[in-house]
């Protein structure tokens, strides 16, 4: 009876060595799967969050860059209109260029209006101060013609002036395409949750020429 034990307690050994290794290697292969499949699910939330990354940035984008266009069109235009050594000779010539500006003046606003919904806060006080840059230009233009229409005609606004206001609007110009890069990295989830107090659009009744 005794000699049977050496062959039980073998058989038992032998048993538990061969399983010692299966389990072990069942577990490896389990913790294996479960980290491909985290890897897998964290690869699809990555993909998720691309999309809608680009799905928040595609509109910003685009009205970033209509309201970049449209300034510009309103720069090259005051260059050669305005600020170059060709002042309009004119009053008549002058109105005509001072209601082109405000009519450009007031597309950037819609345009702006469009960005205030759409970008974050950096973004829209960018164009703020680019539309405060414009709007300078724009009085100083009803005061030129005030003073080209007035008996006897008085002097326009110097050259290096115009030049001053003309790089304002250029320098808020860069600052808003630097802030419109950075918004378009960030996760696009900062929004304008309120009314910027300087930034009102131009009224229809704020349209009309001056009756001098």
């Known amino acids: 009876m005794n000699s049977a034990w050496p062959a039980v307690i073998g058989s038992i050994s032998g048993g538990v060595l061969v399983g010692i290794p299966a389990l072990i290697g069942a577990y490896w292969t389990k913790q294996s799967h479960k980290a491909q499949l985290e890897a897998q699910v964290e690869q699809i939330r990555l993909q998720i969050r691309a999309q809608g990354l680009e799905q928040r940035r595609e ?9 970049v266009n449209g300034i510009d069109v309103l720069l090259e235009y005051l260059h050669d209109h305005w600020l170059g050594t060709r002042m309009p000779a004119d009053a008549d010539e002058l109105a005509e260029v001072r209601e082109e500006v405000r009519r450009q003046e007031r597309e950037l606003h819609r345009t702006w209006s ?41 002097d326009v606004t110097p050259r290096l002036t115009r030049r001053e206001l003309w790089d304002a609007v250029d320098n808020a110009h860069a600052t808003f395409i630097t802030a419109a890069r950075r918004s378009l990295q960030d996760d696009g989830v900062r929004r304008v949750r309120r009314t910027v107090p300087n930034a009102s659009p131009i009224r229809a009744e704020d349209t009309h020429d001056d009756p001098t």
């Open 114 to 154: 469009r960005v205030a919904v759409e970008g974050t806060i950096s973004v829209v006080n960018a164009g703020v101060e680019a539309l405060d840059a414009i709007g300078e230009i724009t009085k100083c233009l009803g005061s030129d013609l005030r003073g080209r229409r007035a008996d006897p005609p008085e």
């Open 59 to 67: 509109p910003r984008s685009h009205h970033y860059a209509e309201f």
